[in-house]
């Protein structure tokens, strides 16, 4: 893997992202704990800290830790498109559809790299599938997971998904390693099940790694032990990329000083020119809000104080 480039950004305050490469075993939420700790190792101020999409505790890879005012577009990251390798273990399906899990059916129906390849046009594009019954998708204000725990039988609803790109990357005795690119609210372990399914045998997730969600990729990521030298060091910003890293998809909008000082009070700006849809405003390339362009002007989706 190839080294992230630390320090190519500097910050004079931390609001931007960490992109940490997750290990496995460790959930999204105590992630965001680890990187709260290691802020206050390094000696930085209190800085509010979240995490942009749940990866799966028995998953590894890029896992964005917004910090200050990145939090406010975190949620972008729940709806980015997300890129995972994963491999699916044939033979036995468990309860949780990964390793984690009570083996629930067995089959000795091995397929060959071949046939899984065979199959997957019908997994690509706009399907649906059904989540997890070990997910957290509230039932009736209750993570599924934790009614499924209780005993209780969970009936989760089919829902659509897209598939954006799916091959074979390698096989090996009963396993088959995948690489996918998905849409928001795709389930990997449900996919893996399907594919077993559709293949007349059954299966489940024995590794499973983001290796991309949105802009942010493993060529970005750091491990919780580079980010524990950084903290003792005193240089934890060294590894924090821009807020507008996770943007680069929107257009930057200069703006005068007057016109920045308008926006970050909400205000609506008339009479500039601005292409349809969303743009950042940026002062001297500090991101002032982002913005949305209408009949009427100009008008504030989200203000940054930076």
């Not at 709806?79 to 390798?85: C, D, E, N, R």
Request: charged share 20%; hydrophobic share 45%.
């Amino acid at each position: 893997m190839a080294k992230p480039r630390i320090g190519a950004y500097r910050l004079p305050m931390l609001h931007g992202w960490i992109i940490l490469d997750k290990p496995a075993g460790l959930g999204s939420t105590q992630a965001v704990s680890a990187i709260k700790r290691l802020l206050r190792e390094a000696g930085e101020p209190k800085t509010k800290v979240g995490h942009g999409g749940t990866l799966d505790p028995l998953a590894c890879g890029v896992l964005p830790i917004a910090l200050g005012e990145a939090t406010k577009v975190a949620g972008r990251m729940l709806g980015a498109t997300k890129q995972y390798a994963f491999t699916i273990r044939f033979g036995e399906e468990t309860d949780t559809l990964d390793a984690e899990g009570e083996v629930v059916a067995t089959s000795a129906v091995i397929p060959t790299a071949g046939q899984v390849q065979a199959i997957l046009p019908g997994f690509t594009g706009k399907i649906s599938q059904i989540p997890p019954a070990h997910s957290a998708l509230k039932v009736y204000g209750k993570p599924a997971y934790a009614r499924t725990r209780a005993g209780e039988t969970v009936e989760l609803k089919p829902r659509d998904v897209t598939i954006h790109e799916l091959r074979v990357v390698s096989d090996c005795a009963n396993e088959a390693s995948l690489l996918a690119t998905v849409s928001k609210g795709t389930y990997v372990r449900s996919l893996a099940r399907d594919i077993a399914h559709a293949l007349g045998t059954v299966g489940h997730v024995s590794y499973l790694r983001r290796t991309r969600a949105g802009p942010f990729s493993l060529e970005q990521a750091v491990s919780l032990d580079f980010l524990e030298e950084l903290a003792k060091a005193r240089q934890l910003t060294r590894a924090v990329l821009p807020l507008q890293a996770a943007l680069d998809d929107i257009p930057a909008l200069p703006v005068t000083s007057r016109q920045a000082e308008l926006l970050r009070h909400g205000q609506r700006l008339v009479g500039i020119p601005a292409p349809p849809g969303l743009s950042l405003a940026t002062l001297e390339a500090i991101p002032v809000a982002l913005v949305e362009a209408t009949a009427d002007g100009l008008k504030v989706v989200r203000g940054f104080n930076l």
